[in-house]
């Protein structure tokens, strides 16, 4: 049995940690008066339970605890599997990562987390939660105009968007410059813009709304578009990289990152995206 306090060893970290070493356990999980339980087979993170739910809903609850004790134990009893399987990976870091050396670890202060540390645990937790808004596209890929799906990719940029501004000062990582810089390589990012520091797919939607030309081309339009957006996500998440000292959180967010990546690219139905493909 192991046990520990969540200020020390974050549950991202932990659950990361049992992924790699394919483990088969409960994690119990205790703040203040509330408990939740997280259940492992082999690595894969199948069940949760929070203090009045379950599953997917009970992990992202779960996830925002930064305080709190917990407690490995062996679990050889059978579970349900409530866990989605991409929320899964996301959780658990996406492909395994070698184990780095002590010395590139960078250890937490005297009575809690580093900020690096911090940082991956509040960027693992946005992307979860965007993981879960990405599962609506496919929803909206019956609508032959293509607007609503435009519109959950801002939703889902956008959430991206504001955490990352929010930690820098630099005026580059503003929407407006980024898209700037962007439609220098792709001509379909000319088409999204900025209001109030987020991006709109307003003049994409009044596009798609007024199309009267060949479907076809309809078509290709679209899927410039959603090219556009990905690699617009994609700089912001590589931007966020950069605010890591640690290169093993560094790696950890990476890794994550693409995992998330490869899920919404399927959910557009297109094909796989080389990583780092955005300028």
Known sequence: MVEGDLMDLTLPTLLQALSQEASTAQLRLQHGQVHG?????????????????????ALLELLAWTA???????DTEERPIT????????????PRLPRPAAAAVTPPPEGG????????????ALLT??????????????????????????TIINSLVTFVVARTSDLDALPSRVLCRLGATNPHAEVVTEIDERV?????????????????????????????????????ARTLGTFFRSSHERQQWRATFDVFVQGLTT????????????A
């Open 200 to 236: 709109s797919v307003d003049t994409v939607a009044e596009v798609l709304l007024s199309w009267e030309g060949d479907p076809e081309r309809q078509r290709q339009f679209f899927t410039g578009i959603c090219e556009a957006l990905l690699d617009l996500l994609e700089i912001y």
């Open 37 to 57: 339980e997280l259940y492992l087979r082999e690595g894969a993170l199948v069940h949760a339970t929070g203090p009045e739910s379950q599953g997917d809903q």
């Open 68 to 74: 709190g004790r917990f407690r490995i134990v062996r």
């Open 129 to 154: 939660r965007l993981d879960l808004d990405s599962t609506k596209v496919s929803d909206t890929l019956g609508d032959a105009s293509g607007i609503s799906t435009m519109k959950v990719m801002a």
């Open 113 to 124: 987390l580093s900020a690096d540390q911090r940082l991956l645990q509040d960027a693992l």
């Open 267 to 278: 959910a557009l139905a297109m094909a796989p995206r080389q990583q780092g493909t955005a």
């Open 83 to 94: 866990i989605t399987p991409r929320l899964t990976a996301l959780v658990t870091g996406g």
